[in-house]
């Protein structure tokens, strides 16, 4: 039975870079992410219930995420109907990757909403991608189309960074190196492995 180890970080701080680093070590990822878009792309399994949900919402490329943003952003109401949608979905998917990959002794699932959406219950292990907040605001607001008024939103729906550290059985350092943060990954890897190494 794989260890699942939680990877999980607010906006910003690095945690796509993180994940790319685990696959790198060998350790297969769950890109809850990369689930959510197929479902969302051409052709995806969610096209035409969010179509119902939100009218206009998606054409020929599927969802059109600008669109299905602002139609839920600062909507709680609606925000919970499409989470309801695209939740358990995902969620089939990351138990038939658990599946396909129960021969590795470590599996990483990555879920940007992990303590948020109570996703935390359903891993062994919690690893936080973590940077400075002047790191986390210039990252972000550098995005294409992002601003301050939508980072901030994005903000409010996710738990406060130094929250999420505490209540993490690992902390990864993303402010300084890539190098520092291979090693930091490493050492995790090896500390889940039982190899003898602290978080």
């Given amino acids: 039975m794989s260890i699942v180890l939680g990877l999980t970080g607010s906006i910003g701080m690095g945690k796509s870079t993180v994940a790319a680093m ?15 878009r197929a479902m969302q792309g051409p052709g995806g399994s969610l096209i035409a219930a969010i179509e119902t949900l939100h009218p206009g919402s998606t054409g020929a490329q599927g969802v059109d995420r600008a669109r299905l943003g602002a139609a839920v ?9 499409l989470e309801r949608l695209i939740h358990p979905e995902v969620e089939k998917q990351r138990r038939l990757f658990l599946r396909r ?7 990483v699932a990555d879920v940007p909403l992990l303590f948020e959406k109570g996703f935390w219950r359903r891993v062994d292990l919690i690893a936080v991608v973590s940077a400075p907040a002047w790191k986390q605001k210039a990252r ?3 995005r294409h189309g992002m601003n301050w008024s939508r980072f901030e939103q994005v903000r409010a729906l996710q738990l406060a960074d130094p929250i999420k550290r505490r209540r993490a059985d690992f902390v990864i350092p ?3 190196s890539l190098q520092e943060t291979q090693a930091a990954v490493r050492r995790i890897i090896a500390a889940c492995m039982g190899r003898g190494i602290s978080g």
């Fill in 73 to 81: 952003m600062g909507d709680k109401l609606a925000l919970r109907r």
């Fill in 101 to 107: 990959h129960r021969a590795y002794p470590l599996v």
């Fill in 22 to 36: 685990f696959r790198k070590e060998g350790v297969p990822v769950f890109d809850s992410d990369a689930v959510v």
């Fill in 174 to 176: 993303t402010g300084g």
């Fill in 140 to 142: 972000v607001l550098g």
